[in-house]
């Protein structure tokens, strides 16, 4: 990519309603253009159905834009962790059959979660789920915590999952997503980069953190989102201090999802700390 130097407000994580947002790809596009951002990635669940239109949508507003997808990975005994992948070939066959591999099974998921919320009293979930979603195939906790909501079993959609659809919680049904080495081998096959998205909220002690980032550093992963919506100013400086001791590059981005269900809104982040390598400089 061109004139990276130039890039003063870089979002590199982001969805839409292919995934488990609320916009879709182009209003996503649009949002982030009037927000200030000038270079976009979005990056929806182990789907890529949404990038040509983001990708059409920002040259017409002559935007910077790069393909990327957020590819979940199981890691450990039963923890969820994701890569984002930037700088791909959306078409390329491995990785597209990569996803396509990781995306079944979820209808199954969905509907083992609904028969365990149906056990705490909340019935038609996952039919109230499927309201949410574009794409059946991509149902998800978020579209869940949707309809939670809009029974009014909870105020907001942090408190759903705090409650009953984080891990450990009546509603979570673990599933297995590919392996760390699966998504890096398809990012790299496909040209991408590699970049461990929002460290900060893995629920995993310190000791845990380090094995997964130095088993991440070893299978080739490039980078690591120093700055997230979900980061606080101590985990910036934390992940800051950690890209600089493993030599990733940092990435910024804010896991926006859609007006007022977001951390915080596309391109609203604080700026990456000083002494670090951004990403893009080598999209």
């Not at 079944?104 to 979930?125: C, H, P, T, Y």
């Not at 460290?199 to 550093?217: A, C, M, T, V, W």
Request: include cysteine.
């Amino acid at each position: 990519m061109n004139s990276a130097s130039n890039i003063t407000n870089a979002d590199l994580h982001c969805h839409s309603n292919v995934s488990d947002g609320l916009l879709t790809p182009a209003e996503v596009v649009r949002r982030a253009c009037a927000n200030g951002v000038d270079l976009l990635a979005l990056t929806d669940h182990d789907e890529l159905a949404g990038v040509a239109e983001a990708r059409a949508t920002a040259s017409e507003l002559g935007m910077r834009y790069v393909d990327g997808v957020e590819i979940s990975v199981s890691w450990g005994k039963d923890t969820t962790v994701h890569v984002v992948a930037l700088g791909i070939d959306p078409a390329h066959a491995q990785l597209v059959a990569g996803l396509q591999q990781v995306r079944s099974g979820r209808d199954q998921r969905a509907q083992m979660m609904a028969a365990e919320l149906e056990k705490v009293g909340i019935r038609g979930a996952y039919e109230g789920a499927l309201r949410f979603v574009g794409n059946p195939a991509l149902v998800g906790r978020a579209h869940f915590a949707r309809y939670i909501v809009e029974s009014g079993h909870a105020r907001d959609v942090k408190t759903v999952f705090d409650y009953w659809l984080a891990k450990g919680k009546p509603g979570y049904v673990a599933h297995v997503w590919a392996t760390l080495a699966q998504a890096i081998g398809w990012i790299h096959a496909a040209g991408g980069m590699a970049v461990m998205a929002h460290p900060g909220r893995y629920r995993i002690s310190n000791k845990e953190l380090r094995q997964l980032l130095d088993e991440f550093k070893q299978l080739g992963g490039e980078g690591v989102e120093v700055v997230s919506g979900t980061h606080s100013a101590d985990q910036i400086r934390e992940f800051a201090n950690i890209a600089r001791s493993y030599g990733f590059f940092a990435s910024r981005g804010s896991d926006f999802h859609g007006p007022g269900e977001s951390w915080i809104d596309l391109g609203r982040m604080s700026a990456l700390p000083d002494g670090l390598t951004p990403i893009w400089e080598r999209l």
